[in-house]
């Protein structure tokens, strides 16, 4: 019998429990189904004893971070706040598992720690939706891509939830065949499995159960925008309405004004970069599409109740506390 492929997940603090789940469990159903060992897995951690997920949760660990097994195929898995626990053992531990051959993936946030040691230079890569902002504007060097996952570089990367689930039913069947997959698929309860081609968040189109054409564009046009934001005037008159239709579309079917979707936007695109990035609030404000600070800090509080200022505090207090809590 063929020797089954080991598979080792380096647990990085907060790292996200779906999609956890969703690595291990279609390969334990592989074994099971199959009714052979497949797949044999175990995990790491920085301290070689135990890994706290991001529901508070923690997982007991066979490894750390600085004395790992031999393995198939490595996968970094963290959650938010992921820069902060890049450790000089989760460095080593990544350079030496490349150095080996092993295989290596990223999932949830992981491709953004495989980024960071330069190891997805010049690739394309998937993150969580979530993150985008932020990797785009620190890794350009990077393609980073809609998809829910990337299997076609040498180094795999999911963007996490159940989207880690696809990857790997993508594994087994590439590995063991298409019949297994569904299978495996099947015992999950898991009837739509989805393709690398398909994307994370739902069409502009799907959210809102419409098939409009020009308010697709024209919202489209306003994600492109963003650090220099056009008029809606503009953006009606390059997709070939009138102002006013813009206005009645929008208003029908997102209950608010293009140019109020146009600033949430704007806004949306702020608070990720604050949460995901060290860069100032002046230069979060001009990526944002504001020359002035002041008014950048007024339309934020205006929209999330607070001045950027205490968005980041808060982001720094949330870790802290998190960090100290005993379980």
């Not at 971070?65 to 626990?85: E, Q």
């Not at 997102?254 to 146009?262: E, L």
């Not at 002046?282 to 950048?296: K, M, V």
Request: aromatic share 10%.
């Amino acid at each position: 019998m063929k020797k089954p492929q080991h598979f080792l997940f380096l647990l990085v603090e907060e790292f996200a429990h779906i999609a956890f789940s969703c690595a291990v469990e279609p390969l334990r159903i592989a074994n099971l189904v199959s009714g052979e060992e497949l797949y044999t897995w175990s995990f790491a951690s920085e301290d070689g004893a135990l890994a706290t997920c991001s529901n508070g949760s923690q997982m007991l660990v066979q490894h750390s971070f600085d004395d790992l097994p031999n393995c198939d195929r490595a996968f970094v898995l963290s959650g938010g706040n992921m820069t902060d626990y890049i450790t000089p053992n989760l460095v080593g531990a990544l350079r030496q598992l490349r150095l080996k051959g092993v295989k290596l993936g990223g999932l949830c946030s992981g491709a953004w720690i495989l980024a960071e040691i330069g190891f997805l230079d010049g690739k394309r890569a998937a993150i969580h939706w979530e993150f985008h902002d932020g990797f785009v504007e620190r890794f350009h060097n990077i393609s980073l891509i809609n998809s829910i996952f990337v299997a076609d570089e040498n180094i795999i990367t999911a963007s996490g939830g159940t989207a880690t689930a696809d990857l790997m039913l993508h594994l087994v069947e590439i590995e063991h065949g298409y019949d297994l997959s569904l299978t495996v698929a099947d015992q999950m309860v898991y009837s739509a499995s989805r393709d690398a081609e398909s994307t994370q968040k739902r069409s502009f189109q799907s959210r809102y159960a419409v098939r409009n054409a020009y308010l697709a564009r024209a919202v489209q046009m306003m994600k492109d925008q963003i650090e220099e934001p056009v008029s809606t005037t503009f953006i009606a008159e390059e997709i070939g309405i009138s102002a006013r239709q813009l206005e009645r579309l929008f208003g029908k079917y997102t209950h608010t004004s293009p140019k109020k979707y146009y600033m949430d936007l704007r806004m949306e695109r702020a608070r990720h970069l604050l949460n995901q990035t060290e860069a100032s609030i002046s230069e979060i404000a001009l990526a944002c599409g504001f020359d002035n600070p002041a008014y950048f800090s007024k339309i934020f509080r205006s929209t999330y109740g607070h001045p950027p200022s205490q968005a980041r505090q808060d982001r720094i207090v949330t870790k802290a506390a998190y960090q100290s809590v005993s379980f």
